[in-house]
C-alpha cells in the first residue's frame, strides 16, 4: 500500500481489502491511521493552509486535510462556498460526523466574517503625494 492509499483507507477497505477481520486490530490500526494523518506534514500539497486552518479548530481536526486536499477543498476554495454548499462538499470529502462538519462551516463562516470587519477597518490601499510649486521646482509635501 502506497502513501496516497494509506491515507484514504476506510474501516470497511481494512476489513475486506486488506482482509484485517478483527474488530479490535482494525481500531488499532485506524487509531494509528488517524495519528499519522493528524501529525503528517501537509505543507508541499496547500502550503499547511488547510491543515493550520482545521488545527485552529480542533488538533485532531488535522486528519482531515488529506481528503479535502485530494477533494480541492482547499481552505482558500472553501471561503469561496456558501455554507450549505461547504456543508455537502465536506460531506462528499469522507467527512462522515456532522457535528465535525458543523464546526468547520462554522469556523469558515466566521473567518469569512472576520475579513469582511478587516477590510472595513483597514487602511486604504493608495498613497497620495502632494506637490506644490516653487521657486526652482516642485517640492513633495
Same mark, same amino acid.
Given at each position: 500500500?502506497?502513501?496516497d492509499i494509506?491515507?484514504?483507507l !476506510?474501516?470497511?477497505?481494512?476489513?475486506e481489502?486488506?482482509g484485517?477481520?478483527n474488530?479490535i +486490530?482494525?481500531?488499532?490500526f485506524?487509531r494509528e491511521?488517524?495519528?499519522?494523518k493528524?501529525?503528517?506534514?501537509y505543507s508541499c500539497s496547500?502550503s499547511?493552509?488547510t491543515?493550520?486552518? +482545521?488545527?485552529?479548530?480542533s488538533?485532531e481536526f488535522r486528519?482531515?486535510?488529506?481528503n479535502? *486536499?485530494?477533494h480541492d477543498l !482547499?481552505y482558500?476554495?472553501?471561503l469561496?462556498l456558501?455554507?450549505?454548499s461547504l456543508e455537502?462538499?465536506l460531506?462528499?470529502?469522507?467527512?462522515e460526523?456532522?457535528i465535525?462538519?458543523h464546526? *468547520?462551516?462554522?469556523a469558515?463562516?466566521?473567518?469569512?466574517e472576520?475579513?469582511?470587519?478587516?477590510s +472595513?477597518?483597514?487602511?486604504?490601499?493608495s498613497?497620495?503625494?502632494?506637490?506644490?510649486?516653487?521657486?526652482g521646482?516642485?517640492e513633495?509635501?
Amino acid at each position: 500500500v502506497d502513501g496516497d492509499i494509506l491515507l484514504t483507507l !476506510t474501516d470497511a477497505n481494512i476489513k475486506e481489502d486488506i482482509g484485517i477481520k478483527n474488530g479490535i +486490530l482494525r481500531k488499532r490500526f485506524m487509531r494509528e491511521l488517524k495519528s499519522l494523518k493528524t501529525n503528517a506534514d501537509y505543507s508541499c500539497s496547500d502550503s499547511g493552509n488547510t491543515s493550520n486552518f +482545521l488545527a485552529k479548530i480542533s488538533p485532531e481536526f488535522r486528519s482531515y486535510t488529506y481528503n479535502l *486536499i485530494s477533494h480541492d477543498l !482547499t481552505y482558500d476554495y472553501m471561503l469561496r462556498l456558501d455554507p450549505i454548499s461547504l456543508e455537502d462538499m465536506l460531506k462528499y470529502a469522507g467527512i462522515e460526523s456532522s457535528i465535525h462538519r458543523h464546526k *468547520i462551516v462554522e469556523a469558515i463562516v466566521s473567518e469569512d466574517e472576520d475579513s469582511v470587519v478587516d477590510s +472595513l477597518y483597514s487602511e486604504p490601499a493608495s498613497d497620495m503625494y502632494i506637490s506644490y510649486p516653487r521657486v526652482g521646482g516642485a517640492e513633495l509635501a
